[in-house]
């Protein structure tokens, strides 16, 4: 059988937070299991990711993941996935005429009985979206589940590009968003998005900051997306909030890392991609889910999201499995 190809149109067409949300949760969960298979619960084998340099600004990666019997929202059943997305990034493509898009992803979903090519997804979006879900997971049980009220929030958004664009629509659109804090480097990417973002969610007050600190000031989460290599605000700016979202190293004061309790996707992936990280990790997510062993009240909390190749398969799998039902209606 020919494998199935769903462009970029098919898969926007079923994204939506609840269903990307849920199949993030699945792989977060599912990775505390790493290579361990496990008859009451689900299991994760996900290599480091492969990168193939054409150039140093032209770049293939590859990251494969096998996700077994975990369970997607509304499914009778488990399932296992066997998934591997490839992605391009070529920085120079913004210099072409026309422009072209610097990443591209494709995701490769396999048969687990046969090994036989099933589908390939356009993964680009779906890249996106779980990247924001991780975020909205964690906020969910690094910071509100410390609580016993659902209870209304003031978001600080820092950098205002595709990431913290989605960010901010996702908080809003998840949670209880009373205040949104906007800042980015250009003010006017900044303004406009507090523009779209009004008509969008009227019940939000949304202000644009003159600095990160500012932003951040008064806020219960702090969504950091951008790729600053200097600290864009210190602990004396915070109160007690959780870092979610896309976190490097240079964007954070060293002082909060010190107030900081650390929590990551995959302990795994820490090991390897978090060397020089300035504070020790307390735990993934995904046993904070599994064992509720919930931050104090008062804790200041980073997660670091990564990024993980189990989290594509459980969304493209998720997004297939909307589509099929949606082309039996």
Request: net charge neutral.
């Amino acid at each position: 059988m020919e494998p199935v190809y769903y462009n970029a149109d098919a898969v926007r067409r079923v994204l939506s937070w609840p269903l990307v949300n849920d199949a993030v949760e699945q792989a977060l969960k599912a990775v505390i299991n790493v290579k361990q298979p496990n008859e009451a619960g689900a299991y994760v084998d996900q290599p480091a990711r492969i990168v193939t340099k054409a150039d140093p600004s032209k770049l293939l990666l590859a990251m494969p993941a096998f996700v077994g019997n975990y369970k997607l929202s509304g499914e009778a059943s488990s399932t296992n996935s066997l998934a591997c997305k490839l992605v391009t990034s070529f920085s120079s493509n913004q210099q072409r005429k026309p422009p072209l898009p610097s990443v591209a992803a494709h995701i490769m979903l396999f048969d687990v009985d046969t090994g036989e090519l099933s589908a390939i997804m356009a993964g680009t979006d779906i890249t996106t979206w779980r990247t924001v879900a991780a975020s909205i997971v964690a906020t969910k049980y690094l910071y509100l589940r410390r609580f016993a009220e659902e209870r209304a929030l003031h978001v600080a958004i820092v950098g205002c590009g595709v990431q913290g664009q989605l960010h901010a629509r996702a908080m809003c659109a998840n949670f209880k968003v009373q205040q949104l804090s906007l800042y980015n480097r250009t003010t006017a990417k900044a303004t406009q998005l507090a523009k779209q973002l009004a008509a969008e969610f009227a019940q939000t007050q949304i202000e644009v900051c003159a600095t990160a600190a500012e932003a951040v000031q008064q806020a219960d989460v702090i969504c950091v997306a951008t790729y600053a290599d200097v600290a864009l605000f210190a602990a004396k700016d915070l109160r007690a909030t959780v870092g979610a979202g896309e976190v490097a190293f240079g964007e954070i004061a060293a002082d909060i890392y010190a107030e900081s309790l650390v929590y990551v996707d995959s302990m795994e992936n820490a090991a390897k991609e978090l060397q020089d990280l300035p504070a020790p990790i307390v735990a993934a997510v995904g046993s904070v889910i599994l064992q509720q062993n919930y931050p104090a009240a008062n804790a200041l909390t980073i997660f670091q999201s990564m990024g993980m190749a189990s989290e594509d398969a459980c969304v493209a799998e998720a997004v297939r499995r909307a589509l099929q039902k949606k082309n039996t209606l």
